[in-house]
């Protein structure tokens, strides 16, 4: 598509319950990030894929968060036993062609390409 | 530890008056520095990255400076279609962003 996609747009969920957040990102795009929204407060970065690879996971607020990334593309955030604290905004962004800028000339050629998000309200 | 802080939190201008928002951080190493625009209900939307001291990129009513610990972020005549949150952000490990909280911006004719 011409943008990254997620998908619900909303979602509304009862304390306890699963819910799985996808992402779909522009085609081409090797790179993949989660970050959370919280009301008033700036974004936080969640996980980082390269391909299918999950190499930074350190935002990850607990062990109920995971991500998965299958055929380089599609992304699935899974919160496990929702809490009253997971209610934010979950958004999603991608890059090209690769995470790392290394050594190469500065450019725009890495930024993020965000999209628009899934709210997500625990009840 | 990378760190981000924008000031004011918020910032009500009238339309015509122009003003700067700021972005300071801490950062061992820049590899970039980036401000977003946000409308209510949609992800954040690319405007500029910044690389190194001294470093000046303009789109229309907005430019970007930066400095060795700050970003500013200038508004020229805004206009009310200009109201929005803006986001700055350094690129982390991974090129993953840090941001700060952001700046509500209100344009008011």
């Known amino acids: 598509g011409a943008g990254v996609s997620q998908s619900p747009s909303n979602k509304v969920t009862e304390k306890g319950k699963d819910v799985e957040l996808r992402c779909d990102p522009i085609?081409?795009?090797?790179?993949l990030y989660w970050y959370r929204q919280s009301l008033g407060q700036g974004l936080e970065f969640l996980i980082y894929?390269?391909?299918?690879?999950?190499?930074?996971k350190s935002g990850l607020p607990s062990d109920r968060f995971s991500a998965e990334r299958t055929g380089g593309s599609v992304s699935t955030l899974t919160i496990q036993r929702t809490q009253q604290e997971d209610s934010a905004v979950y958004l999603c962004?991608?890059?090209?062609?690769?995470?790392?800028?290394?050594?190469?000339?500065?450019?725009?050629?890495?930024?993020?390409?965000f999209g628009p998000g899934t709210r997500l309200t625990v009840l | 530890e990378d760190q981000v802080t924008q000031s004011p939190e918020a910032l009500r201008l009238q339309e015509g008056e122009s003003s700067s928002l700021n972005c300071s951080y801490t950062?061992?190493?820049?590899?970039?520095l980036f401000w977003y625009r946000q409308d209510p209900g949609k992800g954040p939307e690319f405007l500029f990255t910044?690389?190194?001291a001294g470093e000046e990129k303009e789109k229309e009513r907005l430019k970007a400076t930066l400095t060795k610990k700050e970003s500013f972020l200038h508004i020229t005549a805004p206009k009310p279609e200009d109201s929005a949150t803006y986001l700055c952000?350094?690129?982390?490990?991974?090129?993953?962003?840090?941001f700060g909280a952001g700046t509500r911006l209100a344009v008011h004719p």
């Open positions: 910044l690389y190194s």
């Open positions: 085609s081409g795009h090797t790179a």
């Open positions: 962004a991608s890059s090209s062609p690769d995470g790392l800028a290394g050594d190469r000339p500065p450019s725009s050629y890495n930024e993020q390409f």
């Open positions: 950062v061992s190493g820049l590899r970039g």
């Open positions: 894929f390269q391909g299918n690879s999950a190499p930074d």
């Open positions: 952000a350094v690129r982390g490990g991974y090129n993953k962003l840090i």
